[in-house]
Structure formats: C-alpha cells, structure tokens
C-alpha cells in the first residue's frame, strides 16, 4: 500500500509539474483574494459535512445506535482525509469510521451497515445531481457518456435497494434458508500409504486429526460470527421515511460542496459560468472515484476547469476558482480530518476492549462459545 501511495503521489506530482505556468499564473490571481466569501465557502463545507453526519446518524437510530450526528460528521472528515491520501481511499474511509463506531460500543456489523447505507445514498445523490446537470445545458450529450454512466448507476443502486426490500420480506427469507442449507467441509479420505508404514501413517492420522480439528474450530468460529452478525442485522430495518431523509441529506451535502465552488468564484470577485458549473462540478467528481492519484488530485483540477472554460469561463481565472475551491474541499480537510480523528480517539467514552467487557457483543459471545464446544 506504501509503494501504491508513493507511486500515485509521484503521478499527482508530474501532474502538477507539467501545469505548473497555469498553476502560478492562477497562484498569483488567488492573492487578491476576497477573505469574508473564504470564510464562508468554509463555513459551507462544515454544513456539508454536518450533513453527511446527520444522514449517517438517521441510519444508524434505525439499528439502535446512540451516536449523534456530530460525532459521525466529525468521523466522516476524517474518514475523507484519510482517503485523499490513498488512491484506493473509499476502503480507508470505511475502516475509519467502523472504528470510531466500534470505539463507540456500535457492533462490527451494524457499524458496516450503516456505512454501507450511507454510502449508496450519497452516490446516489451525486447521481441524480448529474443526471440534473446534464439536462441544464441544453445539448442531447454536453460531456459524452456521462449521462449513460448516470443513469446505469442509478438503476444499478435501484437494484440494490430492490434487493435489500425484497430480502427484508420473511417469506423470501425462508425460501433461502430452504434453498441454501448448511454445507459441512470435505475431509479428504484416510488413504494407505504401503504396507510397511504404519508409523507414516500413524503420524498422518495425528495430522489429519489436527487438521479436522483447526477445521471444525475454523468452521464454528465462522457460523458463530456470521450467526451473531444476522442477529443483530435481522433487528435493523431502514423505513421509506428514512431512506428517503438520509437521501435528501446527502442531497444537501452535495448541493453545499457545489456552493463552496461558487462562492469561491464569488471570492475572486468574478461570476462563474452557471450553465455549465453543475454538470462541470459533477464531471470532477466523477474523476476523483478514479484511483488514478489521491483524491484526484490533478485530474479533478484539470476537469473542473477544462468544462467551465468550455462553457464560457475565462481560463485563468476560472483555475484559480478551481484551485481555491479544492484548497478548502480537499488541502483542508486533510489536517482538518487528522484533528477530527485524534480529538474523536481523545474522546472515546469507554475503549474498545473494555466496551467488550461492558456490553457483551453477540459476536464475540458467539465466538466464545463455539471455541468452548469444539
């Protein structure tokens, strides 16, 4: 993972290198800067982020969790900072926030639902949002095969949702446990190996026993987990009423990081191109879920600003609008989300290890109890 990071940084870094006229010349413009539309473009991004917060904590008062939406939005800012550092962040920004949960006394599996119900709502925001943007325009197709990749993720996250309902119902519950029993692991059959190797195959019986062994213990382990997973899944059930609250504030998150974008044109006391700022915004978007550098740093930069020129904008200073605008979305949040981190471990009511010891994780009694029988 260090090499994928270093590798990556050293692409963002020849990214910026070959832009690195455009780069100064937009530097220069930015030192003209209007300081009270910055204070606001930041005050923005903290809304947007209380919002992301507040859709994660809807979800998560469906599974019976406790924590409030100021404590996830602060650990989804810190989830992100930790993505913006790695070319593959999505995962890093997962394992962030099931530990922050899971420091929280939130359970493994309700702590990855919930971000796995966030998750596919905030795509989904953004991806109605483009399917919007492209319509503004005007043209049948103003960035080609964006709006095809649009509207495929939204039937595909459509399908998810289809499934996840259809699963909630007992009926289609009980026809899979009908039609996917429990399947017990092969052994391999004792086989002699000669007339004269008794020992040899004494010492192959210990083995095979050992082996069977590991294998039940691994077996038992792995039914009590999953068994003390489905347990505490089968009590969460996301109504339409809260699917569609955590959608509407995604919604808002997203829309508040387009605003962080106008006000920084607002900034450079200069108006942005609005046919095309949304759809613009969108495309950049879009380029930064590809692990082609941390963040999409470079690319989203580079897409921003080659579509809102396209529609209207004065390059310069348009790249530096850009540039001012992922200084407090992206360069800002990176020790904004390190701080976040440290003041939620600082903060942990009860550690991890003593949250076990208080409150008996279903998981881990399952566990203990298959390893006591076998």
């Known amino acids: 993972m260090v090499v994928v990071g270093l590798a990556a940084a050293a692409l963002a870094g020849r990214v910026l290198f070959d832009s690195s006229d455009e780069l100064l010349t937009a530097a220069d413009t930015l030192t003209s800067v209007r300081v009270g539309w910055v204070v606001a473009a930041v005050l923005v991004e903290v809304l947007s982020y209380a919002a992301r917060g507040a859709a994660s904590a809807v979800v998560l008062r469906r599974a019976g969790g406790g924590v409030g939406p100021i404590t996830l939005g602060a650990a989804t800012l810190a989830g992100d900072a930790a993505a913006y550092c790695l070319p593959f962040g999505f995962a890093a920004s997962g394992v962030v926030m099931i530990g922050v949960l899971r420091r929280r006394q939130v359970g493994a599996a309700l702590a990855g639902w919930m971000f796995a119900v966030s998750s596919v709502c905030y795509v989904a925001a953004i991806t109605v949002l483009t399917i919007i943007a492209v319509q503004i325009p005007g043209s049948d197709d103003p960035v080609p095969g964006l709006q095809a990749v649009s509207v495929g993720l939204l039937g595909g996250l459509a399908l998810v949702g289809g499934g996840y309902a259809l699963l909630r119902r007992p009926a289609v519950r009980h026809r899979l446990a009908r039609a996917l029993p429990g399947v017990r692991l092969p052994l391999a059959p004792r086989r002699p190996l000669g007339p004269d190797g008794r020992s040899e195959r004494h010492r192959f019986g210990l083995i095979l026993l050992a082996a069977r062994a590991r294998i039940s213990t691994g077996a038992s382990t792995l039914r009590a987990r999953l068994s003390g997973w489905a347990g505490q899944l089968r009590t969460v059930r996301l109504t339409p009423t809260a699917g ?131």
């Not at 540039?323 to 003041?343: E, K, N, S, T």
């Open 244 to 374: 569609l609250a955590t959608f509407a504030l995604m919604m808002v998150s997203w829309v508040a990081d387009v605003a962080v974008l106008v006000l920084a044109f607002l900034a450079l006391s200069t108006t942005p191109p609005w046919t095309g700022l949304l759809l613009a915004y969108c495309a950049g978007q879009i380029a930064a879920s590809l692990p082609v550098t941390p963040g999409g740093i470079g690319v989203v930069e580079g897409s921003i600003t080659l579509a809102l020129v396209a529609f209207g904008g004065a390059e310069t200073i348009t790249l530096a609008a850009v540039l001012l605008y992922r200084l407090i979305a992206y360069w800002g949040c990176i020790p904004a989300g390190g701080l976040a981190w440290l003041v939620l471990r600082v903060t942990s009511r009860v550690p991890a290890r003593l949250a076990v010891g208080t409150h008996p994780d279903p998981v881990a009694t399952g566990v203990a109890e298959a390893e006591s029988t076998s």
